[in-house]
């Protein structure tokens, strides 16, 4: 059975700081990993989604990498603003079109 | 393109009723369609997954007669907590897929209070 951790589980940073989040997962047969946002009380939002041939992914201060084989994924966040404090999801696509989610890092950045 | 709505956005209901939520995409057909349970400060928990026109697929510990799930159309599945107690109270996410092997996109989703 797979399954996602994500180390911190909470960061707080002050504005500008360059931040990595990591996820890690058991089964490294995954089709692909996902990162999203959540906000407080809302849903998911998307941010970058690597297939498992892919090394890294990139969208705008947003960099995602996959190791497949090791079993981990960073997220690093450039130049961090008050705007990017959320919770950061990692979930991991195996067969049968499944989602594991990790249990999510909660960030805050601070003015 | 591929928006997913979830409708209510918040509801408050007493114990022992039931209550529905609904799940569509909009700009897409979703073949299969996923149902996600949220406590507060925890990750996403899949509770089922449903096929357009077949039964459910409940996980583990999920008990399907409680939360009857129905994806009666491509564009529509929904969601009853039957008999709601105060410990189903928690946030209900959906998430909609084209295809077995598509993305799936979520829902903005439930929040279910039961007094």
């Known amino acids: 059975k797979q399954e996602v951790t994500q180390i911190p589980a909470a960061l707080s940073v002050p504005e500008g700081e360059n931040l990595v989040l990591n996820c890690s997962f058991t089964?490294?047969?995954?089709?692909?990993l996902q990162w999203f946002r959540q906000d407080p009380g809302k849903g998911l939002t998307s941010l970058l989604l690597?297939?498992?041939?892919?090394r890294e992914q990139t969208s705008g201060r947003l960099n995602a990498s996959l190791d497949k084989s090791s079993g981990r994924s960073t997220l690093y966040i450039a130049a961090s603003q008050p705007g990017d404090s959320a919770t950061y999801l990692c979930?991991?696509?195996?067969?049968?079109?499944?989602?594991?989610f990790g249990g999510g890092t909660r960030l805050m950045v601070k003015p | 393109g591929a928006v997913v709505s979830q409708h209510p956005s918040w509801v408050i209901c007493k114990s022992g009723t039931s209550v529905k939520i609904e799940c569509r995409s909009l700009?897409?057909?979703?073949?299969?369609m996923f149902w996600y349970r949220q406590f507060p400060k925890q990750s996403l928990m899949l509770m089922a997954t449903?096929?357009?026109?077949?039964?459910?697929?409940?996980e583990q510990g999920v008990e399907k007669d409680k939360f009857l799930i129905n994806h009666a159309s491509l564009t529509l599945s929904t969601l009853t907590v039957t008999s709601a107690h105060p410990e189903d109270s928690s946030f209900y996410i959906c998430?909609?897929?084209?295809?077995?092997?598509?993305?799936?996109?979520f829902g903005p989703g439930t929040r279910l209070t039961v007094t």
């Open positions: 449903s096929n357009e026109g077949s039964k459910a697929t409940y």
């Open positions: 089964d490294s047969a995954i089709y692909n």
């Open positions: 998430s909609a897929s084209p295809g077995p092997a598509g993305e799936q996109y």
């Open positions: 979930a991991v696509r195996n067969a049968g079109n499944m989602l594991t």
């Open positions: 690597i297939q498992s041939s892919q």
């Open positions: 700009d897409f057909q979703a073949t299969t």
